[in-house]
């Protein structure tokens, strides 16, 4: 079965700390992997893809996720959070086929300390 | 230059009267979907069009109806409002075209749908 798990469901971390938030799939093909942003309110915003070739890929907001298959994760990380930064994030897998279709994780929500 | 368009931002129906909400898009993808996210969740695929191919979910309900009468446009329908289905709607896209140059998704910013 396809599946994406958030093990963390709410996260608080200083301004100026790093981050990384967890992601693990379960996907019966290569996986298509994303992360996506979401401000309350808001609909979802794409941080990065990671679709082939270099696991490690940057998105935007100073973001970046590593693909490690042997672990099948995909965490995302950031060297120093802004309070900006303070949303919920979501990691997805798909849409690979036609018949497939966007499965997303339960969502991490993360908190910025002053 | 928005490319997902969802209106409108905010609906307020009363219960049992029928509601439509709608999405455009100016990217031209093949795929279109209908999510439902409700507070502090994460989206629930409703359903989606490959082209004009409907794919439901088999746990969205009958009470949920969606139509695509061309590329750029998607409606969903809600034939009988009930207080469960306050939530946000988000409407995506995305290419299809197989043979790793499919896209990505692209979201709408949503319909947030208060039943009274």
């Known amino acids: 079965a396809q599946s994406v798990t958030q093990p963390d469901i709410h996260i608080t971390v200083s301004e100026g700390a790093s981050l990384e938030l967890r992601c693990n799939y379960s996907?019966?093909?290569?996986?298509?992997l994303f992360w996506y942003v979401q401000s309350p309110g808001q609909g979802l915003q794409l941080l990065l893809k990671y679709f082939s070739g270099d696991t490690l890929v940057q998105g935007i907001k100073g973001f970046e996720a590593e693909f490690k298959r042997s672990q099948s994760s995909f965490n995302l990380r950031k060297p120093s959070v802004h309070w900006s930064d303070a949303a919920e994030y979501f990691c997805a897998v798909g849409p690979y086929s036609s018949a497939s279709k966007i499965i997303f994780g339960s969502g991490t929500r993360l908190s910025i300390r002053p | 230059d928005a490319m997902v368009i969802q209106n409108p931002r905010y609906q307020v129906t009363q219960f049992g009267k029928p509601v439509t909400l709608s999405c455009s898009q100016t990217?031209?993808?093949?795929?279109m979907y209908w999510y439902q996210q409700k507070s502090s969740q994460a989206p629930k695929l409703l359903f989606h069009?490959?082209?004009?191919?409907?794919?439901n979910e088999a746990d969205t309900p009958d009470n949920f109806q969606s139509r695509r009468p061309n590329t750029s446009f998607c409606f969903l329908d809600i034939r009988s409002p009930g207080l469960g289905d306050a939530a946000m709607y988000l409407c995506a896209t995305s290419m299809q075209r197989g043979q790793g140059v499919d896209t990505e998704a692209f979201f709408g910013q949503g319909t947030r749908l208060t039943v009274v």
């Open positions: 069009y490959y082209d004009k191919d409907f794919n």
């Open positions: 990217l031209n993808h093949n795929v």
């Open positions: 996907y019966g093909a290569t996986p298509y």
